[in-house]
């Protein structure tokens, strides 16, 4: 079946550095994407999301960036720090059930 | 500050027993709730639907008379996992819509541990 997958299962970046982390969706139905960050031990945390009308948002240090063509999805964290450290996941919805589809995550790893 | 509440966030039940799980909205209703469960380093895999008024509706290949969905109430939907088994042994984090916006918000997770 159609699902959401990662293109980098681990990234280790120096605080300060940009990071960014990926994800590729195969569903060309889905219309909603959200990026969450999970810490150990802890319930996923909203950071981001974007609908498919879109192929850009900004929030706080970060950016999400859609690109619909390539089923493509991105996560920008500007300047990033030790407290960025945690598993990220995309997620994806089609149609407005909000039942959401993981990708498999990426463990970023900020060194101070 | 959390919007959606989980209890217990950790409990240890004998093999054989059933064990329930809380998720509650905190400050706004929640007509439909979502069950997720996460294995150690794996993604979250989505459960049930549960929907308040009426029956759960559940993901291919998960039991729904082992996993019983209760949405008792417009800001409460409960999980309980009956004559639990060690390979029950999870993550179980639930979600709810919030608002106008329409965002996803998790729970915090409850840890089961069957021994």
């Known amino acids: 079946g159609e699902s959401v997958g990662l293109h980098l299962p681990t990234l280790s970046v120096q605080e300060g550095d940009n990071s960014i982390i990926n994800c590729a969706y195969s569903n060309s139905a889905s219309d909603y994407f959200i990026w969450y960050k999970q810490e150990s031990g802890k319930g996923p945390q909203f950071i981001i999301d974007i609908r498919s009308n879109m192929d850009k948002r900004q929030g706080q240090r970060v950016t999400v960036l859609l690109n619909k063509t390539v089923k493509h999805l991105s996560l920008q964290i500007a300047a990033t720090q030790p407290g960025d450290s945690a598993v990220y996941f995309c997620?994806?919805?089609?149609?407005?059930?909000?039942?959401?589809?993981f990708g498999k995550g990426t463990l970023l790893t900020v060194n101070p | 500050g959390a919007v959606v509440s989980q209890h217990p966030s950790r409990v240890i039940c004998k093999s054989g027993t059933s064990v329930k799980i809380e998720c509650r909205s905190l400050d706004f209703q929640a007509t439909t709730m979502f069950w997720y469960r996460q294995f150690p380093k794996q993604s979250l895999m989505l459960m049930a639907t549960?929907?308040?008024?009426?029956?759960?509706?559940?993901e291919q290949g998960v039991e729904k008379d082992k996993f019983l969905i209760n949405h008792a109430s417009l800001t409460l939907s409960t999980l309980t996992v009956t004559s639990a088994h060690p390979e029950d042994s999870s993550f179980y984090i639930c979600s709810a819509i919030l608002g106008s916006g329409n965002t996803i918000y998790f729970g915090e997770g409850s840890w089961l541990t069957v021994v």
């Open positions: 997620a994806e919805n089609a149609g407005s059930n909000y039942k959401l589809t």
């Open positions: 549960s929907n308040e008024g009426s029956k759960a509706t559940y």
